[in-house]
């Protein structure tokens, strides 16, 4: 078995090599890159479909970072993997440029090219172009002048080693902030509540205050960042319609500058988003390392069916007893954003990346100055927020985000991109349908939210109490824990059949407890009255006159 089991690897590997060795005799024609680039600008319908472009991308790393493999592919001189495909295999047709199927090569990158794009500024070159000493306060300077006074430096790159530290800092930083404020936050809360509604509802609705202290850090969190938006968006070109309005996103692309205020509002809005991220897994899941050798693990995986999310030999992950009624749909909303944040700024899409994330910081005071209004039971107050809250939730992610924003990444970003400016068609059919997937999954979701604000926002006007985390629940999810549960703090047991209740159940046992109390009180109407006909029979037995009167009978008979 170990003979064979080293034999097969060394027959692969004397193959292959022997194929490497007629392709390269055969002499298989390779066009450079930067060739096929020039073809596919004076012709860009011979680009083949993106599948075919991101199958011969991935072949093309294979064959140049794999360790072995690199050893074995001939060079990109030679034609590389594709020498192979047409002189040893025989599908010339398939990897012939231009119209092979798999014959087009791209840059790793969008912006990333190679004859036009300027480099991204790294400290190691600003230091090269400055004279400075060896004092602390220089260096100093010199940090503070790289980090906030030089554009397009690495930090403008979030997948750059410098920047995802200054992202680990942040993070790490927000992640302090949030626990010192919101415990805080919360004794504010408890003791508001308890000025508003008096100390009894402040106890039983421990729940609420908590989450009164999250809505108002959140509206401070957003309200910074929505200021900060404001003071450098309002004079940016690409949000006035005077100034050329979106067609600024893609022009001079990709060599926009990325100013200091740029690279700092990728930061910290990423860092934030991946603390919220944090945040929520945390309150939403449980960690558990598994015995592999335990015979009863299949009957703990039925007995914990609806709580199980991800299970392994070594490890399994639950669902929390704190997690969110909207955890699922907010989960997939962070990892959707982060991925979009670090995809812009890889591909230097700062500008329509920062413009999303501006429109979505604006939309979301109005839903967290509604909550806390609903907080201290001003009606009217709640009401009149509610009616901006979906102004402005419609205004800005169900019609400018929609038919502004993404409309110009669907129509305006092609046009000056691959028709009126230098980027490879082969590069923009590559990489633009996992943008696109994103966007629509945004839009997605804002309709979702939408709803969701309508059913709320209807509860909040029409009930003294307003809305609560239920009622979340009952929207988005089926399978979550009710917010009943998790004020009452019960035990496991009865959290693993709240998780197999559906809402169904949920509303069926209100009916079975009002039937119940028609029941009871049925009863104790019968009782009532069948208690009051025997004091009456005793009261007749003892009445002159009366038909059952015993001493009257007792004479008549004597």
Known sequence: MKKSATLLPTLLLVLVSKSVAIGGRQNFKFKTVLEQKRIR?????????????????????TCESMPIVNRICPSVEDGGWRSLVANSW?????????????????????GRYGDIIKADVTYDKYMDGINSGSSLSTTLNSYYNFAFQTSTTTLCDLTHPLALCVLFILVVFFRIITKLVLSKLTKIGHNLGEARHGKEWSNKNSERIIKFGENVYILISRTVFSMYGLLYFHDKPWWKNSMGGTRNLWEGYPNHPVEPG?????????????EELVTMIEMSFTFELVNPLSLLMKQSMKSNEGQVFFWTPLF?????????????????????????????????????????????????????MSKIANFFKLKATTAFLVVIMLVLWIASRL?????????????????????????????????????????????????????????????????EEGHSSAT?????????????????????????????????????????????????????????????????????RDTPGSDKYKGGKKQKDN
């Open 41 to 61: 600008q004076e012709d860009p319908t011979i680009v083949p479909s993106p599948p075919y472009l991101l199958t011969s991308k991935l072949l093309d790393l």
């Open 90 to 110: 025989g599908y010339a047709d398939l990897v012939t440029f231009p119209h092979g199927k798999l014959s087009h090569s791209i840059y790793s990158t969008l």
């Open 262 to 274: 740029m690279a700092w509002y990728y930061l910290l809005q990423c860092a934030k988003h991946v």
């Open 316 to 368: 399994q992950v639950k669902w929390s007893r704190t997690v969110r009624g909207d955890a699922r749909v907010m989960i997939a909303h962070h990892v959707v954003t982060i991925a979009l944040v670090f995809f812009s700024s890889f591909h230097r899409f700062t500008r329509v990346g920062s413009m999303i994330l501006f429109l979505h910081d604006m939309s979301e005071n109005p839903v967290q």
């Open 399 to 463: 019609i400018i985000f929609p038919f502004v924003v993404c409309k110009s990444v669907w129509v305006e970003s092609y046009e000056y991109l691959v028709l009126k400016g230098t980027l490879d068609p082969a590069a923009y059919h590559a990489y633009y349908l996992p943008f696109y997937i994103s966007l629509g999954f945004l839009i997605y979701l804002h309709i979702i939210w939408f709803f969701v604000l309508l059913k709320i926002g209807w509860k909040i006007v029409s009930t």
């Open 472 to 540: 979340m629940t009952e929207v988005i999810t089926t399978t979550a824990i009710t917010a009943e549960a998790l004020a009452l703090r019960i035990d496991r047991e009865k959290i693993d059949r709240e998780w197999k209740l559906t809402n169904k159940k949920l509303l069926g046992r209100e009916s079975v407890e009002r039937t119940n109390e028609a029941l009871e009180v049925d009863t104790r109407q019968d009782i009532v009255s069948n208690h009051r006909s025997t004091n009456n029979d005793y009261c007749a």
